[in-house]
């Protein structure tokens, strides 16, 4: 399904059914998974919402992988930079890379990721995905990582690939983007650029 269908905003979900599904997202990361979609794990439903329709729980194996190619990542990269590898005698270097790894691993570790028609819930926390106000995608040498705040002041922040892991519910959620750009959320330079978000923008 092409990007441009989104251009005329696809119609919000029914509550109960989820039906019309939202076409499909834009990826910024290309094809991600395996995605979990057994419901049975999706956790609770927010307070006077709609069931869950999609859920996604970060594949441990995974987050153990990504944390060993940071650590990698960060050791080639400050050996280049010193033009060997002696500062690994180091231990407090050696700390360093660990303490990053560390953080990698325990971010990820118990990720759930769960939406309905209209809200997202990241681990405790959720959104209303159709009264989103702001939009902020920024990289970090762990991943993009997306911050969404609704009109309630709650937020949630999750890495931009568990999103997109599981295609179904990232089309939940982009819809809901795509609807709140239409009625006046703010963006980053970087969501509306990656996230192909100024399309959506009310031209008056």
């Known amino acids: 399904m092409t990007q441009h269908m989104f251009a005329d905003l696809p119609a919000k979900p029914d509550v109960q059914t989820g039906e019309p599904r939202p076409p499909e ?10 995605a979990t979609t057994d419901l049975d794990q999706a956790g609770p ?19 153990l992988l990504g944390s060993l190619i940071v650590m990698g990542v960060i ?10 590898f002696e500062w690994m005698s ?16 325990l971010r990820g570790w118990s990720t759930r990721l769960t939406a309905g028609s209209d809200w997202l819930r990241v681990n405790r926390k959720w959104i209303d995905t159709y009264k989103i106000t702001n939009i ?14 609704d009109e309630n002041g709650r937020k949630v922040r999750t890495y931009l690939g ?3 892991a599981n295609r179904e519910l ?14 006046g959320a703010t963006f980053n330079a970087m969501a509306g650029n990656m996230l192909k978000l100024r399309q959506f923008t009310n031209k008056g």
């Open 136 to 149: 902020h995608l920024y990289g970090v040498i762990v991943g993009w990582t997306l911050v969404l705040q």
């Open 162 to 164: 568990s999103l997109e």
């Open 45 to 63: 439903v927010p307070d006077g919402r709609g069931p869950a329709l999609d859920v996604f729980i970060q594949d441990r194996r995974t987050v």
């Open 90 to 105: 180091d231990p407090v270097m050696l700390g360093i890379v660990g303490v990053a790894g560390l953080i990698m691993v």
């Open 75 to 84: 050791v080639i990269g400050a050996s280049l930079q010193r033009g060997s």
């Open 25 to 34: 997202a834009p990826l910024v990361l290309g094809k991600m998974g395996p």
């Open 170 to 183: 990232w089309a939940l959620v982009y819809n809901g983007l795509a609807h709140s750009v239409r009625t």
